[in-house]
T-cell receptor, first 115, second 112 residues
Framework: DTGVSQDPRHKITKRGQNVTFRCDPI?????LYWYRQTLGQGPEFLTY????????KSRLLSDRFSAERPKGSFSTLEIQRTEQGDSAMYLC?????????????FGDGTRLSIL | DAKTTQPNSMESNEEEPVHLPCNHS???????IHWYRQLPSQGPEYVIH???SNVNNRMASLAIAEDRKSSTLILHRATLRDAAVYYC?????????????FGTGTRLTIIP
């Protein structure tokens, strides 16, 4: 168990650029979540995958955001035409399927800064 | 969204027990209570969860009120490494989606 891995840890970009983040969940975890966290707040849910299927998207996820999880393994989160308000920590979590209320294992996040 | 109420901050002396309270008056009968904590510059870390009975694990104990409208996370002997933001969450499963609804949590400071 190597834990949830996120890449990059930090990303600085200019407003209007596109960015992509990667999450590698714990192997054999079939549930994967993306959250966003701004300073002083708790994480907010963005989207959920069960294997390769994206089953729920938050209203926070505007049309500029897209997430994928091809083959049910790693996941990517892309933000197009970034805005100042996108500056945040983007967290990925995974959990086992099958039983309810399995603990979610979080990565240490990707911190996005928009200049 | 499922909401809980926690004090914004608490302090405790090192090597003393810590009791972190949480109110969840709108919890339903099948919602589990989860606690996570977040150290600076890290993602949240699972601590413990339970439904009705009190729960113990190597990290902490969870005491759940009989009416389930409140719970208390107990750290039996606080260390400096326990300084973190502690989140109390109750989780509703929706076809396998167990998204966590975080509040602002309790910032725990440990005094050496």
């Amino acid at each position: 168990d190597t834990g949830v891995s996120q890449d990059p840890r930090h990303k600085i970009t200019k407003r209007g650029q596109n960015v992509t983040f990667r999450c590698d969940p714990i192997s054999e975890h079939n549930r994967l979540y993306w959250y966003r966290q701004t300073l002083g707040q708790g994480p907010e849910f963005l989207t959920y995958f069960q294997n390769e299927a994206q089953l729920e998207k938050s209203r926070l996820l505007s049309d500029r955001f897209s997430a994928e999880r091809p083959k049910g393994s790693f996941s990517t989160l892309e933000i197009q035409r970034t805005e100042q308000g996108d500056s945040a920590m983007y967290l990925c979590a995974s959990s086992e399927g099958g039983y309810s209320n399995q603990p979610q294992h979080f990565g240490d996040g990707t911190r996005l800064s928009i200049l | 969204d499922a909401k809980t109420t926690q004090p914004n901050s608490m302090e405790s002396n090192e090597e003393e027990p810590v009791h972190l309270p949480c109110n969840h008056s709108t919890i339903s009968g099948t919602d589990y209570i989860h606690w996570y904590r977040q150290l600076p510059s890290q993602g949240p870390e699972y601590v413990i969860h339970g439904l009705t009975s009190n729960v113990n694990n190597r990290m902490a104990s969870l005491a759940i009120a009989e009416d389930r409208k409140s719970s208390t996370l107990i750290l039996h002997r606080a260390t400096l490494r326990d300084a973190a933001v502690y989140y109390c969450i109750y989780c509703r499963s929706n076809f396998g989606n167990e998204k966590l609804t975080f509040g602002t949590g309790t910032r725990l400071t440990i005094i050496p």
